[in-house]
């Protein structure tokens, strides 16, 4: 199904399997925002970016219409940095609601007032993203209980006034959340039979760890940058804010991996044969095509010393 004017371009469709349709307020609406991620944020020119601008300027190809004029010429015009950045949904809420559907506005009062805003936002449907996956994983009981109830309590943040979310500590409760999502990781886990060792925030830029078994691993906060994970076995690794920038997927297993985003994956290079959990789309700018066996098989399973 084709993109429409202001769709994230670099995704494709997700099967509309039970978490993906509890996440539908969850992805980026960009029909009900205002361009707010092509205003408030600053961006210097990088590799990431072909040009610097200021924070609260409109980006040179935002449109009167609120839509970026070269959505689906971002890559090739040295915008990625646009491409992987995913406000899960923060844009719209921060229009339709705390805003009551306010239109694009050039006054510094008020775009001040959103740029107050908007980060807190953008973190608390973040937060949202991962809670709603912790409810999934878990059978009723406590824990369940736990991660519904700060789901809800998260929920009701969204609807704060603009001074409440302005005054709002984030940082706390993202590690509140965070301690949350760390325990439901370990008992979703702690089924895996003879699972990987955990690599909880190792520096693994760059590493060579093709065909690795990371099956129920946590790699969560790990810097895996530019990493080679072709065939890799991550089916039920924990990937909680890791770094996938650069990171080659191809042919890997992601089978139920834990906590994982769209931006981690469209920061990634992926292919035809590179697994991911149903409820996550595949980027469009991944090759469709699986490529030609190399000779090199995953190695086997050994067993392992706890």
Request: some cysteine; proline content about 7%.
């Amino acid at each position: 199904m084709p993109a429409r004017p202001g769709d994230p371009v670099d995704l494709v469709l997700a099967p509309r399997d039970g978490l993906a349709l509890a996440r539908r307020d969850l992805t980026a609406d960009c029909s009900r925002c205002v361009g707010l991620c092509c205003v408030l944020p600053a961006f210097a020119a990088s590799a990431d970016f072909a040009f610097d601008k200021p924070a609260d300027t409109p980006c040179r190809h935002l449109q009167t219409d609120a839509r970026c004029g070269v959505h689906d010429q971002l890559r090739d015009r040295g915008m990625p940095g646009c491409v992987v950045f995913d406000c899960f949904g923060a844009g719209q809420r921060v229009t339709q609601v705390t805003f009551g559907g306010a239109a694009r506005t050039t006054d510094p009062a008020s775009t001040a007032a959103v740029s107050a805003v908007f980060p807190v936002m953008r973190q608390l449907t973040e937060l949202l993203w991962h809670l709603t996956e912790a409810e999934a994983l878990l059978p009723a009981g406590p824990l369940r209980g736990e991660a519904t109830a700060a789901r809800d309590h998260t929920e009701r943040l969204t609807h704060c006034t603009p001074a409440e979310l302005s005054a709002l500590d984030a940082a706390q409760l993202r590690r509140e959340v965070g301690d949350l999502l760390g325990r439901v990781s370990e008992v979703v886990r702690s089924v895996v039979p003879d699972r990987a060792r955990d690599r909880r925030s190792a520096d693994l830029m760059g590493a060579s760890l093709r065909g690795a078994d990371l099956h129920g691993a946590s790699l969560r906060g790990a810097q895996l940058i530019g990493a080679d994970l072709r065939g890799a076995d991550l089916r039920r690794a924990d990937l909680l804010g890791a770094d996938l920038r650069a990171a080659d997927l191809g042919g890997a297993d992601l089978t139920g991996a834990l906590f994982l985003t769209g931006p981690q994956l469209t920061a990634a290079r992926g292919d035809g044969a590179t697994r991911l959990p149903a409820s996550l789309a595949r980027p469009a700018h991944w090759p469709t095509g699986t490529p030609a066996p190399t000779g090199r098989a995953r190695p086997a399973r050994r067993p392992r010393r706890r």
